[in-house]
């Protein structure tokens, strides 16, 4: 049985395939069109997935798109009816595109399946499961656990902005939902649009910002009785009420009040480009550390309804990996997983995954790995012909390598020389983390890597983390954490005895100040807060990447690099060997390695293209 499942029109269109229940293939259109985000139909990522699999699009047994739009619509127009008239231009812009587009879903998909290659698409049985469930499916599915809770968690699906359900085999059952406008992940994204960052992008800006707070100043209590006294008031099972007299997303065209919360908090609305002061970072922690209280709450509610012994997540606030870390540490739970495409781009997957167990009512085989997911490499992958032809096409110079030991041992000795390393090796990643196969790599050693990778290399803010890839079984080496974080989902502490202590005045230091204090013996890794957010490195999911970091733990002796996301500001990451070898030509990167052949950038030709990348990606 061949199920395809869709994600589209609200952000990060994505396509997965399942076969009999197996994920097969997955990928964000994103990839393919170059545009961040791309909302729009996901051809060229349906493309992939049919031609990965072998699969004909005209034998599918189902065709899942990941919410229900009637549902969603009629969740619009009664917003619109509570809250009129406040909310007429939203409603005059929003409802004729609902009118023309969303409403007729159903033909718009067989229209778009036509044009791909469906020669009976009005015959194709497309099914609809609520956004919730989607990404619940995303989450239990793929999981080692036959028993266990959900807890999804996002700015908002049809009516549902957060859902507690359990799983049991083949079965989801949802127990408890939250409902629009009240919803954890659009406060979230209500401070990250005050605090200056795009909303449905920068939210992970603002929970890499948090930290430069101060917890011992005053603000932060301050700013967090403002909060709950204004703002929202949380409830112990989880759930939270928002004050709509501040906010302006439920019909309006931004997502606050920007007089009443410049009132509120003392300061106006930041603009992208100001610099960032003490009162930004204290508000970002004050929201942070708000978020953590009700994810908490939440999972405590979890516990109480399913009384199960772990936990899956999904939902855009599911990648917020600070909150996923304190759940976790707190023990409610014996076991989690935390699906790696936990935004939109998952509940594709989750779609066909709920279609498979719940509409055919297909047993599930639970896993005995540490999941189903298979390490997030579902993209696309290429051939040594494919990176020929590219280097013929931009005339480049590369050394080819017969032995990956020995272009192993090459890339690691560059590493540990301080310089910055490009690594494409197999199948892309699904999802928003870069897990060793489109990456950017360094020292976590060199005390200027984080500035070099900010500011040369990725040209973004300087205070932005990197995360540290580990050997999993090194982890505990260099971290109070001793399980396993495949997917970058988790924070936690760096090990104690790395640490460097710092002065008893440091919290008034000034933010450039204390970015580059060295805390530890990972300076580019270790956060101000003395957290990194760990990604482990299994040889079974990605031996070419493990192979890397013990290269480099045999010349150094430290079995953990710096990875970061393989493009610039405001493009999506890297798929193909051309677009790797582009970003490459116009960064600081020193060398690329894309699967046998490594690239230095003083042997390449002159870049002879006169397009900016700031001006073809729109910077998030």
Not at 182 to 208: D, Q, W
Not at 392 to 399: E, G, M, N, Q
Not at 441 to 453: I, S, T, V, W, Y
Not at 553 to 567: A, D, M, W
């Amino acid at each position: 049985m061949t199920i395809l499942g869709i994600s589209a029109f609200y952000h990060d269109s994505a396509a997965a395939l399942i076969e009999d229940g197996r994920i097969i293939a997955a990928a964000q259109e994103e990839r393919f069109t170059r545009k961040k985000h791309d909302p729009g139909f996901p051809t060229e990522a349906i493309k992939y997935c049919l031609q990965y699999s072998g699969a004909d699009i005209n034998k599918l047994d189902a065709i899942v798109f990941y919410d229900k739009p009637m549902l969603k619509f009629e969740r619009l127009l009664e917003t619109y009816y509570a809250f009129a008239p406040k909310g007429i231009r939203s409603f005059l812009m929003s409802i004729p595109v609902w009118l023309k587009e969303k409403l007729f879903l159903k033909r718009l998909i067989r229209e778009e399946l036509e044009k791909i290659g469906y020669k009976s698409a009005s015959k194709v049985k497309l099914l609809f499961p609520e956004h919730h469930l989607s990404h619940g499916a995303s989450a239990f599915y793929p999981s080692p656990f036959e028993r266990a809770a959900i807890l999804t968690i996002d700015g908002v699906g049809e009516w549902a902005t957060a859902s507690i359900g359990l799983g049991e085999g083949k079965n989801i059952s949802i127990l408890k939902e939250m409902r629009f406008p009240h919803s954890l992940g659009l406060l979230y994204s209500a401070f990250t649009y005050f605090l200056g960052f795009r909303v449905n992008s920068g939210e992970y800006k603002l929970m890499g910002l948090a930290p430069y707070g101060d917890p011992f100043s005053p603000d932060i209590d301050r700013y967090i009785k403002i909060i709950k006294d204004k703002l929202v008031d949380l409830r112990p099972d989880g759930s939270i009420w928002l004050n709509q007299e501040y906010f302006d997303y439920a019909t309006g065209l931004k997502m606050v009040d920007e007089g009443k919360w410049a009132d509120l908090f003392g300061f106006p609305k930041r603009q992208p480009d100001d610099e960032l002061k003490d009162y930004h970072c204290n508000l970002g922690l004050a929201i942070q550390q708000l978020t953590e209280e009700v994810v908490l709450n939440m999972g405590r509610e979890a516990k109480r309804l399913t009384n199960a012994d772990a936990i899956v997540m999904a939902g855009g606030v599911a990648l917020n990996c600070v909150s996923n870390g304190k759940l976790q540490a707190a023990g409610i739970f014996k076991d989690i997983f935390i699906q790696p495409a936990a935004g939109d781009a998952g509940g594709a997957l989750g779609a066909a995954l709920a279609a498979y167990h719940i509409y055919f009512g297909k047993e599930r085989d639970v896993t005995t790995e540490r999941d189903a997911m298979r390490g997030s490499y579902l993209g696309p992958t290429f051939s040594d012909l494919d990176v020929e032809l590219m280097a013929l096409k931009y005339k480049a110079v590369a050394k080819h390598y017969d032995d990956f030991d020995e272009l192993s041992r090459d890339a690691a000795k560059l590493l540990s020389e301080g310089n910055v390393v490009g690594w494409v090796q197999g199948r892309m990643e699904f999802g928003p983390r870069a897990l060793g196969g489109r990456s950017i790599l360094g020292d976590p050693r060199n005390a200027e890597m984080q500035k070099k990778l900010n500011l040369k290399i990725k040209y973004r803010e300087s205070f932005r983390p990197f995360a540290p890839s580990v050997l999993a079984e090194d982890c505990a080496e260099y971290f109070d954490y001793d399980g396993i974080s495949p997917y970058m989902l988790l924070v936690h502490p760096v090990a104690e005895k790395r640490r460097t202590p710092v002065p008893a005045d440091y919290a008034s230091f000034p933010l450039r100040e204390k970015l580059y204090y060295q805390r530890s013996d990972l300076p580019s890794i270790t956060h101000i807060d003395y957290s990194a957010r760990i990604q482990t490195v299994h040889k079974d999911t990605n031996p070419r990447y493990y192979q890397l970091i013990d290269s480099f733990k045999k010349l150094t002796g430290y079995g953990v690099i710096v990875n970061t996301s393989f493009n610039v500001r405001g493009e999506p990451i890297v798929s193909t060997p051309d677009d790797a070898y582009r970003c490459f030509m116009r960064t600081e990167m020193d060398y690329l390695a894309v699967g046998n052949f490594l690239f230095d950038k003083r042997q390449q030709p002159e870049w002879q293209d006169t397009d900016n990348w700031k001006e073809e990606f729109v910077l998030d």
